[in-house]
């Protein structure tokens, strides 16, 4: 995908919760998604079409960002993405508006349409905070009930994981 991985995404992650912990008046988000029924991709078109997803879905949702926000890959079709200064509202309306267009793309296999959702778990990162473990457990909280309620759906996770 070209995208960092766990590892640059950690660092990523680290700085910005400790440029908030300095600053608790800023605002930052997390965004982990997760591509719905992605084996079924794999199983039905192979791995090459798999892949050729992985990436369709990267370039998506890198049209969708700031300069500002980190996307990764954090592994098999699991991505997230880092929204500095970006208040809840923002965060839900950037994921929204990436979820919708996804579901909307158009990704063909020798010419038949691969269908394609996402689901996406939100947090805010807060001063409270104590590691970047604590704010991707809490995202990834959000991520099961949307999961859990149907997928293709945004959730989120206020609460701070302490």
Known sequence: TGLPNRRHFMLQLGSDLARVQRQPSL????????????????????????????????????????????????????????????????AQFVAERLRQRVESSAFLSKGQPVALTVSVGIGLIDPADHSVEAVLARC???????????????????????
């Open 27 to 90: 605002k930052s988000a997390l965004l982990m998604l997760d591509l719905d029924h992605f084996k079924l991709v794999n199983d039905n078109y192979g791995h090459g079409v798999g892949d050729a997803v992985l990436r369709h879905f990267a370039e998506l949702a890198g049209n969708e960002m700031r300069k500002v926000d980190t996307l990764g890959r954090l592994g098999g079709e699991e991505f997230a993405i880092l929204l500095p200064d970006t208040d809840l509202p923002g």
């Open 140 to 162: 990834d909280q959000a991520l099961y009930v949307a999961k859990r309620k149907g997928r293709n759906r945004v959730e989120l996770n206020e609460r701070p994981a302490g």
